[in-house]
Structures are given as structure tokens and as C-alpha cells.
């Protein structure tokens, strides 16, 4: 569902590709974000500093990291000096697991590889806008490429799921984005309406979230007493994860 006008979140999208900077800038504002595009780093300094002076700034920004003049590693450096900036989810060609790595220390929000799913893509700018509006600390307190809950072992990057016996557990897209959604936000109570927006698809239905659900639970259960009971029903509110979470 696009967002009230009165509430659009800036986001610039920063990729040398003029087909993708069309697509996903037409496809976002159709959902209801305010889009600008630049092609390389320095028009999207002059778009930065423009919106600053403005005192409009963006709350996101998509950035590719084969830009024409400068790396966009250097680049996410680069911005990540400052404390105050932008949320940044890299889109990238470079999907390898270290190009993951590298880019998610050097202080991504979130990685997606090309080609995506504009579906996905919508869904990880919800959670990391909605992730920075609930907890405004959260832009200087990273989140670990690798956690542990209850004696499981999640690695974000590799996408990778295992038990406490040390079992693989594979995972679907959906099944990830919401195990890793519960894993950001431990002890909160998640609704519905927010699980059907991150999983891309919110005019399916609270009973697709619920199937999800389901099946994510049954995963859980796998070499684990307790594993199906991890992700808890809220009576009129939604669902939560009950573990602890820790950055391995």
C-alpha cells in the first residue's frame, strides 16, 4: 500500500545504470517515496549537499558499488563517518559473499544482490526505515553479520541457518526476511500488517503471514526441545521472538 503523501520518506538512488535508476526510482514512488537518482558520486554529493542546505534530507539511500569515478565501498566509507546520515542498502552486481561482508562492515544497513526482486527490494527498505524510526540508535549500533537464539546460529550474510546440533536448516526468502526481522527485534511484539509489508506481498492476507509463520516454526523445531515455541503468539497483537539474541 503506498504511503500518505504527508509522510514520504526521501530516497536517492545511486547507480550508473540508466534502465535500473528508472525502473526502481518509478517503481518506489509508485509506492509512495519521494525518488531522486544520481548517476555517480559526485552528483549524488551535489544532490546531498543541495538537500541539506534545503533542510529536506534523505532518510535512504540505494547505492550501487560500481560507480564510474569512485568505488562505492569507498563511497559507503566515506558516508559512514557521519553519525547522523542516511540509512544506505547497497545494490549491487558484486554478490559474492565477501562483496556481502565488506560492504555490510563498512556500515550497510542491508545488501541486496542484482538482479532482485523489486518485490524484496521494497520489503528491505520498509524494514530499515521502519528499523531507524523505532530505534534512532539503531544507525550507530550494527547489527552482527552473524547472531546466535537459543543455541541457533543465523550467519545474514550467507543466509545461512543452524541448529544447536549443528544441523544446516535450509530457508526461503520470506522464512529469512522474518527470521531475520524477529532476530532485530527481540522481545517486541510484530503485527501482522508490518510482517505482510516485510514479506513483499502485503495484499495477500494475514493468513499467508500465518502459514509462514507456521512453517518457520516447524523449522525451528528441528534438533530443538523448544525451538517451535521461539516465536510466540501476542493475543491481538501479532507474534514475537522470546530468545535472547547475541552478535557472534
Not at 546466535?148 to 529469512?176: N, T
Not at 502459514?211 to 515455541?229: M, T
Request: charged residues 30%; glycine residues 8%.
Amino acid at each position: 500500500m503506498p504511503l500518505a503523501t504527508e509522510a514520504k520518506p526521501r530516497i536517492l538512488l545511486i547507480d550508473d545504470d540508466p534502465g535500473i535508476r528508472a525502473l526502481v526510482s518509478a517503481f518506489l514512488m509508485r509506492e509512495g517515496y519521494d525518488m531522486s537518482v544520481a548517476a555517480d558520486s559526485v552528483e549524488m554529493a551535489q544532490i546531498l549537499s543541495a538537500a541539506e542546505v534545503e533542510g529536506r534530507p534523505f532518510q535512504l539511500l540505494i547505492l550501487d558499488l560500481m560507480l564510474p569515478n569512485e568505488s562505492g565501498l569507498e563511497v559507503l566509507k566515506r558516508l559512514r563517518k557521519r553519525a547522523d546520515g542516511p540509512a544506505i542498502i547497497v545494490l549491487s552486481a558484486m554478490g559474492e559473499v565477501a562483496d556481502r561482508v565488506a560492504g555490510l562492515e563498512l556500515g550497510a544497513d542491508d545488501y541486496l544482490a542484482k538482479p532482485c526482486n523489486p518485490r524484496e527490494l521494497l520489503a528491505r527498505v520498509r524494514a530499515v526505515l521502519r528499523r531507524r524510526q523505532s530505534d534512532p540508535k539503531a544507525k550507530s549500533r550494527p547489527i552482527g553479520l552473524a547472531v546466535g537464539f537459543a543455541g541457533w546460529r543465523l550467519d545474514r550474510v550467507r543466509r545461512e541457518l543452524r541448529s544447536p546440533g549443528g544441523i544446516q536448516v535450509s530457508l526461503s526468502d520470506g522464512e529469512f526476511l522474518l527470521l531475520n526481522h524477529f532476530i532485530e527485534h527481540p522481545g517486541e511484539t510484530l503485527s501482522r500488517e508490518a510482517l505482510l509489508e516485510l514479506s513483499g506481498q502485503p495484499e495477500s492476507g494475514d493468513r499467508s503471514i500465518d502459514v509462514q509463520i507456521s512453517r518457520l516454526r516447524r523449522k525451528l523445531s528441528c534438533d530443538s526441545s523448544d525451538g517451535g515455541d521461539l516465536i510466540r503468539t501476542v493475543r491481538n497483537g501479532g507474534y514475537m521472538m522470546k530468545a535472547e539474541v547475541r552478535t557472534l
